[in-house]
């Protein structure tokens, strides 16, 4: 029936145009060939410049004119299914990352500074080397230090010499002491010998005016009499000056025990001094840029070496319109370009009030000239919860954190427990 059709559609084809053989299709036997006629060509006559109009071929009802579906029904399904796999996965995708908010405006950062020592000296020793991982407290570079023990023991001799001070001035107090009791003991004989004095005076002067005495013993024993009030003066007198002594070597006291007080904070800044002379690392961390070398004079402040400090965060520098739901403690997953196998774990530490033009050397002002509006940028303290011990991570590298800003389980997570 197909090949009917062709035949047919093929005769009115070649009817069709003018000059065209006729091919006859009536059936044959194998002794004879089937007859072509050829229409003679008509006479000149003027061709028409103007294309001759299509023929016009009727539709009629043939397989081809069915629809798509009931003609390719298998095709169909596949297509009906991809599509709706397609829509069911596109939705997913869109469930799912509407969870989480993520960057590639983000890097490794740390408070790295540089070990320079306080003191001058000769470089003796470096027994660190690039990139070497150091505990608290380890040697990073030693100075010469010969000169700060000198003036370490002069120092110490300094204290040693204000504290012999003090004790002599105590040695001092103690014989003064004992002098006041001396003196002491000086004005109570004087003080009694004046009380005799005064006794036998007044015995002579009435046995004078009784007439049982003579003139010259009331004389004399009044003449005794006022040498012992001098006696008494005299030994109050000398009294009175070693208590005052007192005061004065109490004083001396004092001054030697401020003296030793300096000699002893010069000791103290002595042994500073020395202990200055070895460089160490305040924390854990790794040894950067090293540039010291022995027999190099390091002056004070002299940079010997980059410290970076184990203690790392992620700053995440987000888009302000990626802010709107994001909190502390919320999860973080962090990808690190260096090492992309790896997959770190983190939380939000905090977010910086104030996006990271504001705090840049040359702050945008925008009350000036025209205004065009920027996404600004705001950084993000991410903290990573388990950093990997077997790889060097330091300021600089690059990360891609995701943050998931709704704890709640996507529709592709509740069917991956399923």
């Known amino acids: 029936m197909f090949e009917d059709t062709v035949l047919e559609r093929a005769r009115e084809g070649h009817?069709?145009?003018?000059?065209?053989?006729?091919?006859?299709?009536?059936p044959t036997t194998s002794d004879e060939r089937p007859e072509i006629t050829t229409r003679a060509p008509a006479e000149e006559r003027p061709v028409s410049k103007e294309p001759a109009p299509p023929a016009t071929i009727l539709p009629e009802a043939t397989p081809q004119n069915r629809s798509f579906l009931r003609r390719r029904p298998v095709v169909s399904a596949i297509g009906a299914v991809?599509?709706?796999?397609?829509?069911?996965?596109?939705?997913?995708?869109?469930?799912y990352t509407g969870h989480f908010e993520s960057t590639d405006d983000a890097f490794i950062a740390a408070r790295q500074s540089a070990l320079a020592p306080k003191v001058s000296g000769y470089i003796t020793?470096?027994?660190?080397?690039?990139n070497q991982h150091v505990a608290a407290g380890d040697v990073i570079a030693r100075l010469d230090d010969r000169d700060y023990r000198v003036a370490l023991a002069q120092a110490e001799a300094q204290v040693a010499a204000a504290r012999a001070s003090?004790?002599?001035?105590?040695?001092?107090?103690?014989?003064?002491?004992?002098?006041?009791?001396?003196?002491?003991?000086?004005?109570?004989q004087a003080q009694a010998a004046?009380?005799?004095?005064?006794?036998?005076?007044t015995r002579y002067q009435h046995l004078e005016q009784t007439g049982y005495g003579t003139v010259q013993n009331s004389e004399q024993y009044t003449s005794q009499l006022h040498q012992q009030q001098a006696s008494l003066l005299s030994a109050q007198a000398t009294l009175n000056l070693a208590q005052r002594q007192v005061e004065s070597l109490k004083a001396q006291r004092k001054s030697a025990v401020a003296n030793v007080a300096q000699a002893e904070a010069q000791r103290d800044q002595a042994k500073l001094n020395l202990s200055y002379t070895t460089v160490t690392a305040a924390q854990p961390g790794r040894v950067v840029n090293l540039s010291a070398a022995v027999g190099q004079f390091a002056q004070p402040g002299t940079?010997?070496?980059?410290?970076?400090?184990?203690?790392?965060?992620?700053?995440?520098?987000?888009?302000?319109i990626q802010l709107d739901q994001m909190r502390p403690g919320e999860k973080v997953t962090l990808k690190i370009d260096a090492y992309p196998g790896r997959t770190i774990n983190g939380h939000v530490e905090s977010v910086q009030p104030g996006s990271g033009t504001a705090f840049s050397l040359l702050p945008a002002q925008n009350a000036t000239g025209n205004y065009v509006k920027i996404v600004q940028r705001v950084p993000v303290k991410i903290v990573m919860d388990n950093p990997p011990t077997d790889v060097a991570l330091g300021p600089g590298m690059s990360v891609v954190p995701t943050v998931r800003i709704n704890a709640a389980s996507s529709l592709l997570e509740r069917l991956g427990k399923l």
């Open 166 to 188: 003090i004790e002599n001035v105590d040695a001092q107090l103690d014989v003064q002491q004992a002098q006041i009791a001396a003196n002491q003991a000086q004005v109570d």
């Open 125 to 130: 020793s470096v027994p660190v080397t690039d």
């Open 15 to 26: 009817q069709g145009i003018e000059g065209a053989p006729s091919i006859s299709h009536e």
């Open 194 to 201: 004046l009380t005799f004095a005064q006794q036998q005076a």
């Open 82 to 95: 991809l599509l709706a796999a397609t829509l069911g996965g596109g939705y997913l995708y869109w469930d």
């Open 303 to 320: 940079n010997l070496t980059m410290f970076v400090p184990d203690q790392t965060w992620v700053t995440a520098n987000f888009k302000e």
